[in-house]
């Protein structure tokens, strides 16, 4: 007789939902048996974000909501933490799987490694080697703690190794982004669907870029904030600039009055928008502008050129094989890669190994046959 297990699969926040979904949805194909629990720690506690991304994507409703909300890094950690220990108690899981690199991430691989319970974690061994970004200390000791590793790219692979996990641990899965990615990409939303009235903007150009931004070494820090939010108004001369604005973000424009940086024609601000609203701007941008990592691969996938303004990157490969070229708060260096990508049209890039959408199936079938 088959020994039903149980499965608890942890969501916390925006990045986690695109990656959380193709998983969910493979193991329901492939594991009857299996008791899967959802659990959403709220770490990203918006209902309209959460509508926007469980709806579009398909998500089932958690089994549990735990309504963590906002914090500092700690207090959140702390609480996720606190929160989470009772469901394990009460669900006794064979396993737990986390994604990615928030909060809830390492808070729930943490509890659950207490427990000896084993932990799974998709997209392991990236790397920055910038300690300085919170979720570079999550990727790590959530590494640590995991007894099963999916990865992404072979060198994460080698990262691991470099750490003292040994390579049985480790599987070369491929991206459950791009999986996400592929399956929507139909569904996803024209620009014309969310501009109306300003899609004439970008009409009259024939072209756009788009931008986002909201990493605290860029927006936390009034002069590098000022510095990027001036040269995206000169560069709007050039190329209409589509900025859909981060709550953080607009709140430190604000508090740094820095909202006459805005104030030009070709600037096109919205609120933050869906999954598929993101996409579809992605995917008919000229080129993109972000310091955000699943865009590096989103943009990759897409052939979209991408400008990373961050110092470094966990995703070298959107560098080596895509189209992502990293360019910091170099005012200098932005400008000459945006004026090259206008004039030649930018890197063409390819498709790194296994993001072929794909990649769920394969952590399914060797994620149930490991457990």
Known sequence: MTVTKTLICVVGARPNFMKIAPIVRALKAKATKLNLVLIHTGQHYDQTMKAQFFDQLGIPEPDKDLEVGAGSLSVQTAEIMKRFEP?????????????????????????????????????????????????????????????????????????????????????????????TLKYNLAQAKHPSELLTDNYSIIEKAGHYSLLTLHRPSNVDNPEILQKLLAFIKEAADKIPVVFPIHPRTQKNIQKFKLSSFLEHPQIIRLSPVGYLEMLGLMNNAKLVLTDSGGIQEETTALGIPCLTLRENTERPITVSEGTNTIVGSDITLISKELDQILQTGGKAGRTPALWDGHAAERIADDLLAWL
């Open 87 to 179: 469901e394990v108690d009460y669900y006794k899981p064979d396993a737990v799987l986390v994604v990615g690199d928030v909060n809830s991430t390492i808070a729930c691989a943490l509890v659950s490694a207490q427990k000896k319970i084993r932990v799974v974690h998709v997209e392991a061994g990236l790397r920055s080697r910038d300690r300085t970004m919170p979720e570079e200390i999550n990727r790590v000791l959530t590494d640590q703690l995991s007894d099963r590793l999916y990865t992404t790219e072979k060198l994460a692979e080698d990262n691991l190794a470099a750490e003292g996990l040994y390579r049985d641990k480790v599987v070369f899965a491929g991206n459950v982004m791009i999986d």
